[in-house]
């Protein structure tokens, strides 16, 4: 592992490398003044990475808050819990809330933090490979409502976030491929480079690849810097997404053991680029090396008629719908995204059929 380096300035910056390798006394610059400190964890990141950060002395009298892993965590209920132990913490407005986890902690802490008194300030140290190079960064806060994905929520910036790759070793291979599923939508939207790095690797090969993680950085923050409320081409960061936040939702709702947020991402990729070559003109030699890359990591989901005419039925509530269209980011080649396409709802459930049949 190398020693820590600052890859993004502004407008908050991000560093990458060994955590513990940081010049504590700059860590210390970049805390001091604030009243307190309050970590938040889940089960696993508490076991497995929380030891390793409370091994930097100006964290070493922090409060802990424990969440649950996973997805139906981020509700308004324990976003509720979690102000009333703020709360019960007295905490002030100088406040430091650092979250240690993956993308559920950073999105429901970073709401927590900014909405608690009108804003604590919060940094991110993301241990999973999603949260690395996608939900960390940003600014989006939030939770889930009434089923649906991440309905309420604000933009807010961390002060800073820290990427220690040595985290990925704690995480399972379905947690790694999840984020592994964002770093291909991060390459087909924008990076014909990373695209072609990706096809020569497995997942795991990434934790030995810090230059496809950084690549993956710049794009995701090199776009939310340039249009931070997502007024025009943060938009393209949508790709496959419209339609995976639809199974995503169904499956928490359905499923015993839900999909993870990458592995529908990875489904909603495929029918999205069937939507590319359908409404945008994507070569079909190029979407079939898309279908078959993802086909081979990925398992197949079963959906039947059912599934898609309640997954029609969340797509209408998407908050990227306008003016009663249903809206999606598509592609046009590899490396370049097309936002704001009106898709009909006879396309859409025909582009779901087509994911099936991949796996026929």
């Not at 996973?70 to 009333?84: C, L, M, P, R, V």
């Not at 991060?186 to 090969?205: F, G, R």
């Not at 078959?292 to 398992?299: D, G, K, P, V, W």
């Amino acid at each position: 592992m190398e020693r820590i380096i600052k890859i993004i300035e502004n407008p908050y910056p991000i560093y990458i490398g060994e955590i513990n390798a940081f010049d504590f006394e700059r860590f210390q610059q970049i805390i001091k003044g604030f009243s307190k400190v309050v970590i938040i964890v889940d089960e696993n990141t508490k076991i497995h990475c929380l030891p390793k950060i409370m091994g930097i002395p100006s964290l070493k009298n922090a409060k802990i808050i424990e969440l649950k892993s996973g997805e139906s965590t981020k509700t308004i209920q324990n976003a509720i819990d979690i102000w009333a132990e703020f709360t019960e913490m007295n905490l002030e407005r100088n406040t430091l809330i650092v979250n240690l986890g993956g993308g559920v902690i950073s999105d429901i802490g970073g709401f927590a933090a900014t909405i608690f008194k009108r804003g604590l300030h919060y940094i991110n140290i993301p241990t999973t490979l999603l949260a690395m190079i996608d939900a960390s960064i940003g600014g989006k806060t939030g939770v889930n409502f009434k089923g649906y994905k991440n309905q309420l929520g604000v933009f807010s910036d961390p002060e800073v976030i820290f990427i220690d790759t040595d985290f990925l070793q704690t995480l399972p291979k379905r947690q790694l491929y999840a984020g592994f599923a964002e770093i291909i939508k991060h390459a087909l939207i924008m990076d014909t480079s990373l695209w072609d790095m990706l096809l020569k690797i497995k997942p795991e090969d990434v934790y030995f690849q810090n230059e496809i993680i950084k690549r993956a950085v710049y794009v995701k923050s090199n776009i939310v810097n340039s249009d931070p409320l997502e007024k025009d081409i943060r938009k393209i960061l949508n790709f496959g997404h419209t339609i995976a936040h639809s199974i995503e939702s169904y499956s928490m709702k359905n499923d015993a053991n839900p999909l993870l947020h990458g592995e529908a991402v990875a489904i909603g990729i495929i029918c999205e680029t069937y939507l590319s070559v359908v409404k945008n003109g994507l070569n079909a030699e190029t979407a079939k090396q898309i279908y078959t890359y993802i086909s081979s990591l990925f398992s197949r989901y079963n959906i039947d008629n059912n599934a898609i005419v309640e997954l029609l039925q969340i797509i209408r509530q998407d908050k990227k719908n306008k003016n009663g269209k249903l809206n999606f980011t598509l592609i046009s080649e590899i490396g370049k995204a097309l936002i704001d396409n009106n898709i009909d709802e006879d396309l859409i459930a025909e582009s779901i059929h087509f994911y099936s049949t991949l796996y026929v």
